[in-house]
C-alpha cells in the first residue's frame, strides 16, 4: 500500500477528538506501521528571486493561511501580518480562516494530501508535531533561516531571533517548525487585589500556602484554581517546581524518555506538594472548568490565583476590569536546597507554526513567516496579544500593559534560570496520558505514588514502540 500521512495511532486519536468512526482495525492494518524517518517530499523549484522576493515565490499563486483561534485570536493575522506580506506580494491571493479545532479541520485534509500552506498549530485539538514530523509533512525551514531578514537584506533571519527558537523547533536535525511567542508560564493574580489586602508575592513555599491560608480565611474568594477540562496548566506547574527542586535534568530525563523519570523524588516531592494544594484550596467545581471559565473567575474575584501564560492577559481583554491589574510570580522556593534559585521561570519559545511539505505553495508560506519575524510583525504582534516574540529587539521602545510588564520583568530577572520541557510536542499520547492523571491526582482519585507509576508506564510503553519515531533531547 502507498504510505499514507499518518499513523494508524494518530488517526485513532484523530477520530477519538473528531467523534468520527473509523473502519475496523482489519481497514487499516496495512498502514499501521509508522515509519522511522521523515520522507523527503519533492520541493518545488523556486522562482526568480529578487531583493523583495528573495525566496523566488510565485507571485500570482494563493497561499492559504489557518490561524488557531484561542488566546491570540486571529486579528494578528488579518490586521498585521498578512498585510505585510501583501506589502511585497501585492499579486499573492491570501485564502484566510480560523478555527479553534486545528486537528479536526485538518487532519483529514492531511491525509487528502491537500494541506493548506500555513498552519498555526495550537490549542487542545492541536495536531500532533512528532507523528508529522515522523511522517515528512513539515517542510524544511532551512531556508527561511538562511534568507535576508525583513528588515535588513545584510542580517539572516536566524541572526534576528532567539538561538532556542531554532533549537526547539528542530526535530532529527531539521529546522521545520517557528515557534514564534516566546511563552512565560506562572502563577497570576491582580495587582489591585493584592494592594488592596495588603498582600505581599510569596517567595517561599510556606509564604505561599500561608498566603492561600489567609485568603480562605477571610472567605471572599477561592485561593487557587486551575483549568480542569485542560490539566496541562497544573501539570506544567508541577514539573516547572520540579525542575526548580531538582535541576533542569529533572526535565531533560522526562522528555527523554529515561527510565525512573517520573518516579525520581523531585518529581514526586512537587506532586504531592501540589496535590496538597488541590485538597484543600481549590475553588469549587474546579475539574469541571475550562480555561475561559476559570480565568473570568479570576476576573470577578471569584479566586485569588492561577496557574497560566502570558496569552492570558489578552485572552481575557474582553471581560478584565480597566484596573485589574494582571500580574504574574514565578514559583516560590520549596526549600533552600532548590537547584534552581527564586525567580526561575518556565519560558520558551512556543505557539507553533508550520509550513505544510505536501502543499500547494509551500515557499509562500515560508515567505509569510518571514514577514512575521520582521521587526513590525513582531512588536504589532506583541503590542496587540501581550506577548513577547522571539525576534530580538522587537519590544523595544513599546509602551507594554501591566501583564506584558509584568512578564517582561520576570524574564529579566530569571536571566539564563529558565526551564522548559518538549514530551508535550514529540509525544502527544504522553502528553493525554499526563493530563488525564493529573486531574486524578488534583482530585484526590491518585496519590502521587500511583499518579507518577501510571505516566511511568505510558513513558516505558512509547518508549519501547519501535513504531513511534523518538527525539533526544541533550
Known sequence: MAHTPFTRRELLRSAVLAGVLLPAAGALSACATPVQEPATPQAPAA????????????????????????????????????????????????????????????????????????????????????????????????????????????????????????????????????????????????????????????????????????????????????????????????????????????????????????????????????????????????????????????????????????????EQKDTTPADFGYAMFPLPDFSSSDALPYGTVHSRPGEEYLVAAKSANPLAGVEYMRAMLSVKGAGRFMEMVSTPTIVKGAGDGLTLSPGLQSVADALKAAGTNTTYFRFRQWYLPLHDEVAAATGQLMNGRLTPKQWAERIEKKAADIKGDSSVVKFTRT
Open 47 to 314: 522562482g526568480a528571486k529578487s531583493a523583495t522576493n528573495p525566496l523566488g515565490i510565485a507571485p500570482d499563486k494563493p497561499v492559504e493561511i489557518v490561524i488557531f483561534d484561542g488566546g491570540f485570536g486571529e486579528k494578528y493575522a488579518t490586521d498585521i501580518h498578512e498585510p505585510l506580506l501583501k506589502s511585497l506580494h501585492p499579486g499573492v491571493e491570501i485564502k484566510h480562516s480560523a478555527t479553534k479545532e486545528i486537528a479536526k479541520t485538518l487532519q483529514p485534509r492531511f491525509a487528502g494530501g491537500n494541506p493548506p500552506e500555513f498552519i498555526n498549530n495550537s490549542g487542545d485539538n492541536a495536531m500532533d508535531i512528532g507523528a508529522l514530523a515522523a511522517d515528512g509533512q513539515l517542510y524544511d525551514l532551512g531556508p527561511l533561516l538562511d534568507a535576508p531578514s525583513w528588515d535588513d537584506p545584510n542580517v539572516k533571519v536566524r541572526d534576528t531571533i532567539l538561538p532556542s527558537a531554532i533549537e526547539l523547533g528542530s526535530y532529527n536535525g531539521t529546522f521545520s517548525v517557528l515557534p514564534y511567542a516566546n511563552t512565560v508560564w506562572g502563577l497570576w493574580y491582580s495587582s489591585k487585589l493584592f494592594n488592596d489586602e495588603g498582600w505581599q508575592v510569596p517567595k517561599t513555599w510556606a509564604e505561599f500556602t500561608a498566603l492561600l491560608d489567609t485568603i480562605q480565611k477571610q472567605g471572599k474568594m477561592a485561593p487557587f484554581t486551575y483549568a480542569g477540562k485542560h490539566p496541562f496548566y497544573i501539570y506544567e506547574t508541577i514539573l516547572t517546581l520540579a525542575a526548580k527542586i531538582g535541576g533542569v535534568d529533572v526535565v531533560k530525563n522526562i522528555d527523554n524518555l529515561e527510565p525512573g523519570a517520573w518516579t525520581a523524588e523531585p518529581v514526586m516531592t512537587s506532586a504531592t506538594a501540589w496535590a496538597e494544594i488541590g485538597a484543600k484550596y481549590l475553588m469549587q467545581g474546579t475539574a469541571g472548568l475550562d480555561h475561559i471559565q476559570t480565568q473570568i473567575a479570576h476576573n470577578k474575584g471569584e479566586v485569588a490565583i492561577l496557574p497560566n501564560g502570558s496569552w492570558v492577559e489578552n
